[in-house]
């Protein structure tokens, strides 16, 4: 058996999955909360899962430095470095809604590796939307993703990265654990409630709106936003008592 062998439950939604429609495939409902994907026990925890403090072990250190350079290396005014944070902030919610939308919902290839990328990346999750491990962003692709970002800032910002920089990995961690939030926690207050049924709509209503994950503004922007709505018959059935949260 190969080091890498993936399992036939992955095998079998892969060769089923023709895109990222508005509930799981029936046949992936009974597996809600995932499947395993990669015969070896040790490639499957720590090559593809993630435990959902993962984002803010590397986040938040690299938060605070960023704001220590710019206070104390760089000696920026507060009100500087505020604007500059928040900007940071903003340009990760609308690179979120991006690639959320036009990348990670482009249609499957006909290249059978882009497609397994495209599954992994994100069609794994519509079909299987409860599943703890793959929530948030394992190591093997952390590290990418920050390192793409730091870039990205570095290049257009090369005066003043440092604070937008932050900015961009606090907005990335907001990302990640509202998203695990919205699908495990337990909201008791509005904005939770809302945010849940929020991106419940989009897993279960309709592909088509709700793109934002840490916030709806870009979605009021470019017109994806709809009002939220009550749990569909359908929903309920997916997602059983949990449908009752955030109603």
């Given at each position: 058996m190969s080091f890498f062998a993936t399992t036939e439950l992955w095998k079998t939604a892969l060769k089923n999955w023709d895109g990222i429609h508005d509930a799981p495939a029936r046949e992936n409902r009974s597996h809600r909360y995932g499947i395993k994907t990669i015969e070896n026990r040790f490639l499957e925890r720590y090559l593809t899962t993630a435990h959902w403090s993962l984002p803010g072990l590397w986040s938040i250190p690299l938060v605070v430095y960023l704001l220590f350079r710019s206070v104390v290396i760089e000696g920026r005014a507060p009100l500087s470095i505020a604007v500059l944070f928040l900007l940071g902030v903003l340009g990760w919610t609308f690179a979120e809604y991006w690639l959320h939308r036009w990348v990670f919902h482009l249609a499957p290839s006909s290249n059978r590796l882009i497609r397994s990328i495209q599954f992994a990346l994100h069609g794994y999750h519509h079909?299987?939307?409860?599943?703890?491990?793959?929530?948030?962003?394992?190591?093997?692709?952390?590290?990418?993703?920050?390192?793409?970002?730091?870039?990205?800032?570095?290049?257009?910002?090369?005066?003043?990265?440092?604070?937008?920089?932050?900015?961009?990995?606090?907005?990335?961690?907001?990302?990640?654990?509202?998203?695990?939030?919205?699908?495990?926690?337990?909201?008791?207050?509005?904005?939770?409630?809302?945010?849940?049924?929020?991106?419940?709509?989009?897993?279960?209503?309709?592909?088509?709106?709700?793109?934002?994950?840490?916030?709806?503004?870009?979605?009021?922007?470019?017109?994806?936003?709809?009002?939220?709505?009550?749990?569909?018959?359908?929903?309920?059935?997916?997602?059983?008592?949990?449908?009752?949260?955030?109603?």
């Open positions: 079909e299987f939307p409860d599943d703890p491990r793959r929530l948030v962003a394992p190591l093997i692709l952390a590290v990418p993703i920050s390192t793409f970002l730091a870039a990205v800032v570095i290049l257009c910002f090369p005066g003043n990265w440092p604070p937008i920089l932050a900015g961009t990995f606090f907005g990335y961690l907001c990302y990640d654990w509202v998203h695990y939030y919205v699908h495990h926690g337990r909201p008791h207050f509005a904005a939770g409630k809302f945010m849940r049924r929020f991106h419940f709509e989009h897993h279960y209503k309709s592909a088509d709106i709700q793109f934002g994950l840490s916030s709806p503004l870009w979605d009021f922007v470019f017109s994806t936003y709809r009002r939220p709505c009550p749990p569909t018959a359908m929903e309920r059935t997916c997602l059983g008592k949990d449908a009752d949260i955030g109603a």
